[in-house]
T-cell receptor, first 116, second 111 residues
Framework: GAVVSQHPSRVICKSGTSVKIECRSL??????MFWYRQFPKKSLMLMAT?????????EQGVEKDKFLINHASLTLSTLTVTSAHPEDSSFYIC????????????FGQGTRLTVV | GESVGLHLPTLSVQEGDNSIINCAYS??????FIWYKQESGKGPQFIID?????DKRQGQRVTVLLNKTVKHLSLQIAATQPGDSAVYFC??????????FGAGTILRVKS
């Protein structure tokens, strides 16, 4: 199957700093990428959808100035958590869909963010 | 709003037995359904999918059943193994649209 690589897998940062998470599709072109947040023992909560070359579409309640998403190429999307606070600590997961329009999305391995 | 939900939050099965994980969905416009497996600390892994024009699809040791009349989806795992222990999510989508995930079911396999 298609491979999506997410980096870093774990990051610890100080409160007030910003953290960037990368999501790459390694063997296909991802016209659409999705960013999710997951709390312990909970389901995946969609944060935003990004299409290559255009602004991301954020879900209701997600602060776009807090969670900056860039999808500058067909193989890379980034999520930047700005001015991180302890409540931003979570598991962040990206997924990518290829340009063929299939509904199936492939997931990265996730990033565990801890803000101290 | 539309949602996808699960009946059982935790399922414990004996190794070698068959497992059945259930899912209810409410969006009648959904035409594509996927089951994902998520192990601790990892991203979801695709297991099997099914389109709304089908009612059954089989993979290796797994079968997905779709009942559109009652908006119900199930995942059957044959001869469950310890490596099958994980959280299982169903997700639904319509063409080109975002995936909506269910709450998840924890599958525990007892040896």
């Amino acid at each position: 199957g298609a491979v999506v690589s997410q980096h870093p897998s774990r990051v610890i940062c100080k409160s007030g700093t910003s953290v960037k998470i990368e999501c790459r599709s390694l063997d296909f072109q991802a016209t659409t990428m999705f960013w999710y947040r997951q709390f312990p023992k909970k389901s995946l909560m969609l944060m935003a959808t990004s299409n290559e070359g255009s602004k991301a579409t954020y879900e209701q309640g997600v602060e776009k100035d807090k969670f900056l998403i860039n999808h500058a190429s067909l193989t890379l999307s980034t999520l930047t958590v700005t001015s991180a606070h302890p409540e931003d600590s979570s598991f962040y997961i990206c997924s990518a869909r290829d340009g063929g329009g299939r509904a199936e999305a492939f997931f990265g391995q996730g990033t565990r963010l801890t803000v101290v | 709003g539309e949602s996808v939900g699960l009946h059982l939050p935790t399922l414990s099965v004996q190794e070698g037995d068959n497992s059945i994980i259930n899912c209810a969905y409410s969006n009648s416009a959904s035409d594509y359904f996927i089951w994902y497996k998520q192990e601790s600390g990892k991203g979801p892994q695709f297991i099997i999918d099914i389109r709304s024009n089908m009612d059954k699809r089989q993979g290796q040791r797994v079968t997905v059943l779709l009942n559109k009349t009652v908006k119900h989806l199930s995942l059957q795992i044959a001869a469950t193994q310890p490596g099958d222990s994980a959280v299982y999510f169903c997700a639904e989508a319509s063409y080109g649209n975002k995936l909506v995930f269910g709450a998840g079911t924890i599958l525990r396999v007892k040896s």
